[in-house]
C-alpha cells in the first residue's frame, strides 16, 4: 500500500508538471515531501504529519519515520498497532486523492 500512495503522488507530481519520466523526481520515499510538493489538501497533510514516526511494538524500542515506513513494512518490524492502523489509513486517503485528482 505503501508504493501504490508513493507512485501515485509521484505520477500526479509529473502530470502536472509536465515532466517526461520519474528520473525528473528526487529519489524519495518521503511521503511528507511528495505531498508539500503537491501541495496537498490541508486535511491529508495533517494526516501525514501525524505520521512523522510510527511507534515501533512494545516488545522492541524506538520509531520508524514516515520515510523509512515502506521498509518496515517490507522487512516485517513490529508496529505500534494503533499507530500502524493511522498509517495504513492516511496511505488509503492518499490513494483516494491521487485517483481522484
Known amino acids: 500500500m505503501f508504493y501504490s500512495a508513493e507512485c501515485g503522488l509521484k505520477e500526479r507530481l509529473l502530470v502536472?508538471?509536465?515532466?517526461?519520466?520519474?528520473?525528473?523526481?528526487?529519489?524519495?520515499?518521503?511521503?511528507?515531501?511528495?505531498?508539500?510538493?503537491?501541495?496537498?489538501?490541508?486535511?491529508?497533510?495533517?494526516?501525514?504529519?501525524?505520521?512523522q514516526s510510527c511507534r515501533l511494538h512494545a516488545s522492541a524500542r524506538g520509531s520508524v519515520s514516515l520515510a523509512d515506513l515502506h521498509q518496515a513494512w517490507r522487512y516485517g518490524a513490529k508496529l505500534n498497532e494503533a499507530d500502524e492502523k493511522e498509517a495504513q489509513e492516511a496511505l488509503r486517503a492518499l490513494i483516494k486523492w491521487c485517483e481522484r485528482d
Not at 23 to 40: G, I, V, Y
Open 16 to 51: 502536472r508538471h509536465k515532466l517526461p519520466g520519474t528520473e525528473s523526481l528526487d529519489p524519495t520515499h518521503d511521503l511528507r515531501k511528495l505531498a508539500k510538493l503537491l501541495n496537498l489538501p490541508r486535511t491529508l497533510s495533517v494526516r501525514l504529519d501525524r505520521l
